[in-house]
């Protein structure tokens, strides 16, 4: 009916390889990226979390700003993401 049988030749894929990529290049790459995740999450959780708390709910913005920064230096510590993190946060 709908099915339609392929017309090219059929490629043989190649035999498979544990690995094209070098192993400490692959876990940097994925450790790169889990940082980068970590900290655009958190990031993002405390802006919205900030806006949401000062527009929405009416909570004064100072002790929403404090509030946020205390969570986000307790969270960044639980989570170990180093001082960089707690830097930015009290940054913000």
């Known amino acids: 009916m709908a099915h339609v049988e392929p017309t090219g030749p059929i ?3 190649p035999a498979h390889t544990d690995a094209y990529m070098d192993m400490s290049a692959r876990r940097g790459m ?5 940082h980068f995740t ?5 990031l993002l959780i405390l802006t919205v979390g900030y806006a949401t708390f000062v527009i929405t709910m009416g909570v004064p913005w100072i002790g929403a700003l404090i ?9 960044g510590l639980l989570m170990n993401m180093g001082g960089a993190w707690v830097a930015t946060v009290v940054g913000l």
């Open 11 to 13: 490629v043989t894929p």
């Open 30 to 34: 994925w450790s790169g990226f889990g």
């Open 38 to 42: 970590t900290w655009g999450s958190m």
């Open 67 to 75: 509030g946020f920064a205390v969570f986000g230096v307790a969270v």
